[in-house]
């Protein structure tokens, strides 16, 4: 067994570990310290008949654990002699750089009073951790800067995870403990007024940056704090990017132009993460600059590119439990202020009768999203969100009432391998005696998987025109035949 280990363990890491300095007042690693000893933990873990990792892996990642607990014990006693020693007073109006060079100053004297010597790199390191730390999010920052990252989940202070390309993958990233992460939680939600706490355990924000924030504190978080972050991108993926990334075709673009240029109701249904907000952007482009759109959000999210665009956010209530504005508020209000179009960010609750009344009432062109798999599952959630919403119709008259309203349902889908697809687009036609008739006219066709475990897939027309051909034809939107015409 022995053997094997010695084998397996050639040959040393190169690297040098920075952190074995620390305290020893020599920055410089010393010769011996390169090489690994073999010790009890490192052969306990090759031996087993199968070893997960060679050995040499298991020394180097033990080390960069111990670099960075002790960089994190260090960080935690910088951080309270820097806010013992900081004019807090004057944070709000020292630049970034001033800031950095007070903090460094103030971290490099606490270090030699310390006795402690770091390398350049691992100094950086700490010194940007601080400045986080006291004007930012702490650990979060980096994660919110890096711009592959979608969103950020935290399940406790030691896992964090985020989401790229459509993949979750646990970062490396942690809180010190569950204070810290409390810490940076509280800083969050009482920038904007809340609380949370044993009473209030959860909550929603909108972080400076205009990222969708939500927590959950414990009791009620087992583990840990959980909180989710999607975050602001401030560059939206346009239709042609979209196109590009495979999202769907040209030729789904064009009729999609078609339907939102001719004021169809469209709503575009999907998963959490699905895409539905990208897309319901990315289609908000083709409404006319001469028209007045009105949003209602929970957060505020689109970006629409029109001049006459008004933007309502709701409000959830105070920690009184007062002072809250639901979308169906909004809503109703802006119906009185002479919309063109009115686009809902998601349609969840009661704000449903009010968002199909105003598709009905004149608002042609008006857009949401909804919660739901399929085109006609978005169906049911709609009759679903009526019936909660109170309204005793029966309830042929509720499809009668969603079957005029809604022309179109795009389906936006985030498949297994991460893809993002729209995989269907279905058109309302109407009722067939109780049931609401639809064609789905495109759609997303899967063929098979990859070895690396891509989808291979391709976009399809049915081979249905278009119930609003003629629609689009008067508007002066001629697609040209073919595109409905199915390949293979
Ligand atoms: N087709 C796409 N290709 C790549 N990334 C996408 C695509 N659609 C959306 N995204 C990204 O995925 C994340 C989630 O999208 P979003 O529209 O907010 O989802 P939803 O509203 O369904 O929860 C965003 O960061 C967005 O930029
Ligand atoms: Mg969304």
Redesign the pocket.
């Known amino acids: 067994m022995f053997s094997r280990y010695k084998k397996n363990s050639d040959p040393a890491p190169a690297k040098p570990a920075p952190m074995e300095a620390v305290g020893s007042g020599n920055p410089q690693p010393r010769a011996a310290e390169a090489k690994p000893e073999p010790r009890a933990g490192a052969i306990m873990r090759a031996a087993p008949v199968q070893p997960l990792r060679a050995p040499a892996e298991v020394v180097a990642a033990d080390k960069e654990k111990k670099r960075k607990d002790r960089l994190m014990e260090l960080k935690v006693e910088l951080h309270k002699r820097l806010l013992e020693n900081l004019n807090l007073a004057a944070l709000e109006n020292a630049t970034e750089a001033n800031l950095k060079s007070e903090i460094a100053a103030i971290s490099a004297e606490a270090l030699d009073e310390m006795s402690v010597a770091l390398n350049k790199d691992d100094r950086t390191t700490l010194n940007q951790e601080l400045y986080d730390e006291v004007m930012g999010l702490g650990p979060l920052e980096t994660l919110l800067k890096d711009e592959s990252v979608?969103?950020i989940l935290v399940n406790g202070p030691k896992r964090i995870f985020v989401e790229r390309?459509?993949k979750l993958t646990l970062t490396d990233v942690t809180f010190k403990d569950e204070r810290h992460l409390l810490r940076i939680i509280d800083k969050i939600v009482s920038a904007v007024g809340r609380r949370v706490d044993e009473s209030n355990p959860y909550c929603d924000a909108r972080l400076a940056d205009g990222s969708r924030f939500n927590c959950m504190v414990p009791p009620i978080a087992v583990d840990g704090s959980l909180v989710s972050i999607?975050?602001f991108?401030k560059e939206k993926?346009r239709i042609a990017d979209?196109v590009q990334?495979g999202?769907f075709t040209e030729e789904m673009a064009a009729y999609l132009q078609a339907a939102v240029s001719c004021r169809l109701n469209i709503i575009v249904s999907?998963?959490?993460?699905?895409?539905?907000?990208?897309?319901l952007n990315a289609l908000s482009s083709f409404i006319d600059n001469t028209e007045r759109v009105l949003t209602i959000e929970d957060t505020a999210?689109l970006q629409l590119q029109q001049i006459h665009v008004g933007r309502m956010e709701s409000r959830p209530p105070n920690v009184e439990g007062k002072g809250a504005v639901t979308q169906r508020d909004c809503l109703r209000n802006a119906l009185r202020m002479r919309p063109d179009r009115i686009i809902v960010g998601?349609t969840r609750g009661e704000e449903v009768i009010d968002m199909l009344q105003a598709m009905n009432t004149g608002h042609d062109g008006s857009m949401t999203?909804i919660h739901a798999n399929s085109a006609r599952d978005g169906i049911s959630r709609l009759e679903n969100m009526v019936a909660m919403a109170g309204i005793e119709m029966p309830l042929k008259a509720v499809r009668n009432q969603i079957a005029s309203a809604v022309n179109l349902i795009v389906q936006?889908s985030r498949l297994q391998d991460g893809?993002?697809?729209m995989t269907s687009i279905t058109e309302i036609t109407g009722m067939e005696g109780e049931v609401i008739s639809m064609q789905e006219i495109f759609r997303y066709e899967r063929l098979g998987l990859a070895p690396d475990g891509k989808i291979i897939g391709r976009f399809n027309a049915t081979g249905v025109r278009s119930h609003y051909s003629e629609r689009f034809r008067s508007w002066g939107y001629n697609l040209p035949a073919s595109i409905y015409e199915p390949i293979g």
Request: charged share 30%; hydrophobic share 20%; proline share 0%.
């Open positions: 979608n969103d390309g459509g999607r975050k991108k993926l979209l990334f999202a999907g998963g959490t993460g699905s895409g539905k907000t990208t897309t999210e998601e999203t936006a893809s993002r697809r």
